[in-house]
């Protein structure tokens, strides 16, 4: 199994050398990348292949979640901070753990070791492929993400756009 490339992002120092003395305890996994805030992660991830973002929810400017929010492809994320009533947030980003700040090393292992079954699980293809899969657009103030083989067809109307599946409409988009 190759290694697990990891983004670690979040703007307190002592979280981040929390993580890196976890990830350096587990051979599975590196980092790739720190950053301290969610615009540096956004450019960050312009640039580089990550196959895992641990990522903190609330940091200046833009919140982890909004970051999510923003990428057309994100990679799997677990998300770390201190605040519990973030915790539902995870499921819709379809985050694979939420870890609560002070994060201890054998909570961090089991959310690593639900990565580590998921790609198992996936063939190379399907990890390859995984970004290709679904597309994301905003509509009713928030974002929505359809699978491209439920999509049959788009329709332009004026300043908004209807994605069709299955014969009926999935969601209505305004582009401005």
């Known amino acids: ?23 350096a305890a587990t051979p599975l996994l590196e ?6 805030d969610a615009m540096g992660a956004f450019g960050f991830l312009q640039k580089h292949d990550i196959d895992l973002m641990f990522l ?9 979640t909004d970051l ?12 770390t901070t201190a605040y519990r009533e973030f915790a539902l947030d995870g499921f819709d980003f379809n985050a694979i753990d939420f870890l609560l700040k002070p994060i201890s090393l054998d909570r961090f292992l089991k959310a690593v070791q639900k990565v580590i079954q998921q790609n198992m699980h996936e063939t190379p293809d ?29 329709e332009s109307l004026k300043d908004y756009v209807k994605i069709f599946g299955k014969g009926s409409p999935l969601v209505m988009v305004n582009e401005t």
């Open 1 to 23: 199994m190759n290694r697990i490339r990891c983004l670690l992002v979040d703007d307190e120092p002592p979280a981040l050398e929390v993580l890196k003395a976890h990830i």
């Open 31 to 36: 980092v790739t990348g720190v950053c301290q």
């Open 56 to 64: 903190d929810i609330q940091m200046p400017m833009l919140k982890g």
């Open 68 to 79: 999510l929010k923003t990428l057309a492809a994100p990679p799997k994320v677990i998300f």
């Open 126 to 154: 399907e990890r390859l492929s995984e970004s290709k899969r679904f597309v994301y657009f905003r509509a009713e103030r928030k974002m929505v993400k359809i699978p491209l083989e439920e999509i049959e067809y788009v």
